[in-house]
C-alpha cells in the first residue's frame, strides 16, 4: 500500500548544527503534510505543516520543503539544540477530504553537547 | 498545550481481562483518533470518529472497539486482553476542516 516513509531512522548531530530530516511519500493525491515531533514518554506535537501549493514554510528555527516532483519532504532544523532531541514523524493527507493522517517510519534525532 | 487526556498513563494486566482505554479532549473537537504505536515505529491509526455516534475502523486490524457517545470521550475497549495487545495506544482529536491532530501522552498497556 502507500505510504508515508522516512530516509532514515537515526541522524545525531552536535549542538548548534543545523538538522536536516527527510521523508518520501508516495500517494501523489495527498496535498498537505505534517511534521510531528515526539519526545520520550509523551505524544506526538505538532511542528509545523505545509499545503502543496507550497515549495518552503519556515517557523520558528525551522523549516519545511516539499518538492512535489520527486515526492519528497524536508524539516530543517537551525541551531540544533538539546531539547530537539525526539523523534520526528512526517505525515500525509488530502485536505479537507475526511481522510485521516498516514504517518511514516520516525527517525530519531540525537543532539549532543 | 492540547487539552486532551487519556488514562491510565500505564497498565500492567493479565491475558483474558477486559480493559478500557479513556481518551477525553476539551477543545470541542468534532474529530477524534485511536493510533497504536510500538516503541519507536510509526503510529497506526485503529479507529476514528468523526461525531456523535459515528465510529470507523482504521488502516490497522483491532480486536479492540470504540464508542463516541459524547464529543468530549472516545474510550477504547478490548473485551480480552492478550500479549500481542501489548503497545502504547495514542487517543488524538481535531477540528473538522482541520487535519492537524492534538495528541494525548497515551497509554502504555503489557499484557502479560
Known sequence: GESVGLHLPTLSVQEGDNSIINCAYSNSASDYFIWYKQESGKGPQFIIDIRSNMDKRQGQRVTVLLNKTVKHLSLQIAATQPGDSAVYFCAETKYQAGTALIFGKGTTLSVSS | ?112
Not at chain 2, 510500538?38 to 479507529?47: A, K, R, T, V, Y
Not at chain 2, 486490524?61 to 472516545?74: C, G, L
Not at chain 2, 503497545?87 to 491532530?101: D, H, I, P, W
Open chain 2, 1 to 112: 498545550e492540547a487539552d486532551i487526556y487519556q488514562t491510565p498513563r500505564y497498565l500492567v494486566i493479565g491475558t483474558g481481562k477486559k480493559i478500557t482505554l479513556e481518551c477525553s479532549q476539551t477543545m470541542g473537537h468534532d474529530k477524534m483518533y485511536w493510533y497504536q504505536q510500538d516503541p519507536g515505529m510509526e503510529l497506526h491509526l485503529i479507529h476514528y470518529s468523526y461525531g456523535v455516534n459515528s465510529t470507523e475502523k482504521g488502516d490497522l486490524s483491532s480486536e479492540s472497539t470504540v464508542s463516541r457517545i459524547r464529543t468530549e470521550h472516545f474510550p477504547l475497549t478490548l473485551e480480552s486482553a492478550r500479549p500481542s495487545h501489548t503497545s502504547q495506544y495514542l487517543c488524538a482529536s481535531s477540528r473538522s476542516g482541520n487535519e492537524k491532530l492534538f495528541f494525548g501522552s497515551g497509554t502504555q498497556l503489557s499484557v502479560l
